[in-house]
């Protein structure tokens, strides 16, 4: 019987810290355990008691990397509870900033967290002396996704400009033409990432996977749909807590979230795109093409492509919304809060992001559930390893360890929203 | 001519106990700073840290750190001359922080002038408010330090 054992303490380039574990018995892969060290947040919890209005801003905190998602799914359940439906240019502002934060984050996992697995090198500062130029491009692309968030959130990191009901404050036309101007650079500086990105060398690797995503009638989907797959899901948002679940796993701090009838599921740019295509702008569509992406794209590793080409795109949807702005009269909606539930769906960076909130007649909340999408993933992400170590399993243990991080990866985890992340270890006994 | 040509840079999480020592020390030192002195706080994330210090000659950044030194530790290191080893600054949650921030400007020759590092040993990184006795201690000691290195690097020497 042959023994291998890998150990590695630290995955790096995810968001928070955690492990996994894998154990090889002869050459098999005899388990796989994501393992989640730090405890639970809590959020859930320490939202009873609390204001319907804190709640955007109370989970904002739950993530550094995505706030703008937590602040729109807070903001779109309690609408849901009261009855209040904002629209109009309210609604195009709250499109503009969540493609702001889509372009910081995956611009972020794309140039400085992923591509230097694809190119060889242990991290973005060694990629960095042999590419300058394109960490460049990196940087300054991200930067125009910081600009717009701190423009319409008040700040970069933890913006505090999103309310229910609309914002505090809102842009005059003068003040969105700056970030206008970059984003003309952006749009094109997207568009050699797509092309760049798709020079890469991908590993031949697909699964029959159920990808679930917001749908919207005309719209790629930001805040608002159904929530379908191309398993024949077909749902309202009110109707989630009666297809998915969370299950406690031991190994993990982290909840599992899965279909009740089917099991795990993906979420994310890849499922976006899978179910939603035909809803990107015509630019976005075009330059996938012509990079030899099909409408429906299977192979995680490729998400890198697709990622690149949802920051095109929310550069140019970002563009189509400030031409068409006029400033609003009102910044919000006013809000008459009494006894309700309401729930909110939105798409996050890295996939759907569900709250629930039960609130009373003064508009404290009861109870909360919010579901990341990193939890979602979780169970997904675990199967891709069951599948994808065997076909590695004769690497030396420190290259198959370099090989199980770039799957993980594929994912973009943010172990921040589902409790916190990384480190890898491979056993072999 | 730079208005600020030197750049005082707090990082932390004033929410995580210790983390937030290097807010506290920059606030500390923007209640008496001279008028070429710009003092800003942020969270550590890398690409906003790369952008904050691009204009600046003189950057001195002060954040808590996690190295397995005695709490309250004070390191500093001269970005020039020292690499900034990564696991000092790994407590932090962002896969692209400090370390990674000052390596990629290295890596990219845009490392300002001058560029010092304090990093203070922190003891609990739990969350909650406040700094642990041994930081609290250090912060002051920081504070002074800092304070000497302006007036070292002041353009009106």
């Given at each position: 019987?042959?023994?291998?054992?890998?150990?590695?303490?630290?995955?790096?380039?995810?968001?928070?810290?955690?492990?996994?574990?894998?154990?090889?018995?002869?050459?098999?892969?005899?388990?796989?355990?994501?393992?989640?060290?730090?405890?639970?947040?809590f959020f859930e919890a320490f939202l009873r008691?609390?204001?319907?209005?804190?709640?955007?801003?109370?989970?904002?905190?739950?993530?550094?990397?995505?706030?703008?998602?937590?602040?729109?799914?807070?903001?779109?359940?309690?609408?849901?509870?009261?009855?209040?439906?904002?629209?109009?240019?309210?609604?195009?502002?709250?499109?503009?900033?969540?493609?702001?934060?889509?372009?910081?984050?995956?611009?972020?996992?794309?140039?400085?967290?992923?591509?230097?697995?694809?190119?060889?090198?242990?991290?973005?500062?060694?990629?960095?002396?042999?590419?300058?130029?394109?960490?460049?491009?990196?940087?300054?692309?991200?930067?125009?996704?910081?600009?717009?968030?701190?423009?319409?959130?008040?700040?970069?990191?933890?913006?505090?400009?999103?309310?229910?009901?609309?914002?505090?404050?809102?842009?005059?036309?003068?003040?969105?033409?700056?970030?206008?101007?970059?984003?003309?650079?952006?749009?094109?500086?997207?568009?050699?990432?797509?092309?760049?990105?798709?020079?890469?060398?991908?590993?031949?690797?697909?699964?029959?996977?159920e990808f679930v995503a917001l749908r919207h009638?005309?719209?790629?989907?930001?805040?608002?749909?159904?929530?379908?797959?191309?398993?024949?899901?077909?749902?309202?948002?009110?109707?989630?807590?009666?297809?998915?679940?969370?299950?406690?796993?031991?190994?993990?701090?982290?909840?599992?979230?899965?279909?009740?009838?089917?099991?795990?599921?993906?979420?994310?740019?890849?499922?976006?795109?899978?179910?939603?295509?035909?809803?990107?702008?015509?630019?976005?569509?075009?330059?996938?093409?012509?990079?030899?992406?099909?409408?429906?794209?299977?192979?995680?590793?490729?998400?890198?492509?697709?990622?690149?080409?949802?920051?095109?795109?929310?550069?140019?949807?970002?563009?189509?919304?400030?031409?068409?702005?006029?400033?609003?009269?009102?910044?919000?909606?006013?809000?008459?809060?009494?006894?309700?539930?309401?729930?909110?769906?939105?798409?996050?960076?890295?996939?759907?992001?569900?709250?629930?909130?039960?609130?009373?007649?003064?508009?404290?909340?009861?109870?909360?559930?919010?579901?990341?999408?990193?939890?979602?993933?979780?169970?997904?992400?675990?199967?891709?390893?069951?599948?994808?170590?065997?076909?590695?399993?004769?690497?030396?243990?420190?290259?198959?360890?370099?090989?199980?991080?770039?799957?993980?990866?594929?994912?973009?985890?943010?172990?921040?929203?589902?409790?916190?992340?990384?480190?890898?270890?491979?056993?072999?006994? | 001519?730079?208005?600020?040509?030197?750049?005082?840079?707090?990082?932390?999480?004033?929410?995580?106990?210790?983390?937030?020592?290097?807010?506290?020390?920059?606030?500390?030192?923007?209640?008496?700073?001279?008028?070429?002195?710009?003092?800003?706080?942020?969270?550590?994330?890398?690409?906003?840290?790369?952008?904050?210090?691009?204009?600046?000659?003189?950057?001195?950044?002060?954040?808590?750190?996690?190295?397995?030194?005695?709490?309250?530790?004070?390191?500093?290191?001269?970005?020039?001359?020292?690499?900034?080893?990564?696991?000092?600054?790994?407590?932090?949650?962002?896969a692209f922080g400090v370390a990674e921030a000052?390596?990629?400007?290295?890596?990219?020759?845009?490392?300002?002038?001058?560029?010092?590092?304090?990093?203070?040993?922190?003891?609990?990184?739990?969350?909650?408010?406040?700094?642990?006795?041994?930081?609290?201690?250090?912060?002051?000691?920081?504070?002074?330090?800092?304070?000497?290195?302006?007036?070292?690097?002041?353009?009106?020497?």
């Amino acid at each position: 019987m042959k023994s291998r054992r890998i150990k590695v303490d630290c995955l790096a380039r995810v968001e928070g810290e955690g492990a996994l574990y894998v154990k090889i018995k002869d050459n098999t892969v005899v388990d796989i355990k994501f393992k989640i060290f730090e405890p639970p947040r809590f959020f859930e919890a320490f939202l009873r008691g609390r204001t319907y209005n804190e709640a955007p801003d109370i989970t904002a905190r739950i993530c550094g990397i995505c706030p703008i998602a937590y602040q729109m799914s807070s903001a779109h359940a309690m609408e849901d509870a009261f009855g209040v439906k904002v629209d109009g240019q309210l609604r195009a502002l709250r499109r503009l900033i969540y493609c702001g934060e889509w372009i910081e984050s995956h611009v972020l996992h794309v140039y400085m967290l992923h591509a230097p697995d694809f190119l060889g090198y242990p991290d973005a500062i060694q990629m960095a002396k042999d590419y300058p130029d394109i960490v460049q491009r990196g940087l300054q692309l991200k930067k125009t996704g910081n600009d717009l968030v701190a423009l319409l959130g008040g700040r970069e990191i933890h913006p505090i400009n999103v309310r229910v009901g609309g914002f505090y404050k809102v842009p005059t036309r003068q003040e969105l033409a700056p970030v206008a101007e970059k984003l003309k650079w952006a749009r094109d500086a997207a568009l050699e990432t797509v092309r760049w990105t798709a020079t890469l060398h991908f590993p031949d690797f697909e699964q029959d996977y159920e990808f679930v995503a917001l749908r919207h009638p005309e719209e790629y989907p930001f805040n608002e749909g159904r929530l379908v797959s191309n398993k024949g899901l077909d749902i309202s948002v009110h109707d989630y807590d009666n297809h998915f679940i969370e299950e406690h796993i031991q190994h993990s701090n982290a909840l599992h979230s899965v279909h009740k009838g089917r099991g795990s599921y993906f979420v994310g740019p890849l499922a976006r795109y899978n179910l939603n295509f035909d809803r990107l702008s015509p630019l976005a569509q075009e330059t996938a093409c012509s990079v030899g992406l099909s409408h429906v794209c299977r192979n995680p590793f490729q998400s890198i492509i697709i990622r690149s080409v949802e920051v095109l795109y929310a550069c140019d949807e970002a563009l189509r919304i400030i031409e068409q702005y006029e400033k609003p009269d009102k910044p919000a909606l006013e809000i008459q809060p009494h006894a309700a539930v309401g729930y909110g769906c939105t798409e996050a960076p890295r996939g759907i992001l569900y709250h629930r909130y039960r609130i009373d007649d003064n508009g404290v909340i009861l109870d909360a559930k919010i579901v990341p999408p990193t939890s979602q993933n979780q169970k997904t992400i675990e199967n891709d390893l069951w599948q994808y170590i065997p076909q590695h399993i004769k690497l030396p243990n420190d290259q198959l360890t370099l090989q199980c991080e770039q799957a993980i990866r594929n994912y973009d985890p943010c172990i921040s929203c589902a409790t916190h992340f990384l480190k890898l270890k491979i056993d072999r006994v | 001519m730079n208005r600020h040509p030197i750049l005082i840079i707090g990082v932390g999480n004033a929410y995580r106990g210790d983390d937030g020592v290097g807010l506290r020390i920059a606030q500390d030192i923007k209640k008496k700073s001279p008028d070429y002195v710009n003092v800003i706080e942020q969270s550590g994330e890398g690409i906003s840290l790369m952008d904050s210090w691009k204009d600046a000659d003189t950057v001195i950044l002060i954040d808590a750190v996690h190295s397995g030194a005695q709490p309250g530790t004070i390191h500093r290191f001269d970005v020039h001359t020292q690499t900034i080893p990564a696991k000092f600054f790994h407590y932090s949650t962002h896969a692209f922080g400090v370390a990674e921030a000052i390596e990629l400007a290295r890596a990219l020759k845009q490392l300002p002038q001058n560029f010092i590092v304090y990093g203070i040993e922190g003891k609990c990184f739990e969350a909650g408010i406040g700094l642990s006795l041994e930081v609290e201690e250090s912060a002051q000691e920081v504070v002074k330090r800092v304070k000497q290195d302006i007036h070292n690097c002041s353009p009106l020497k």
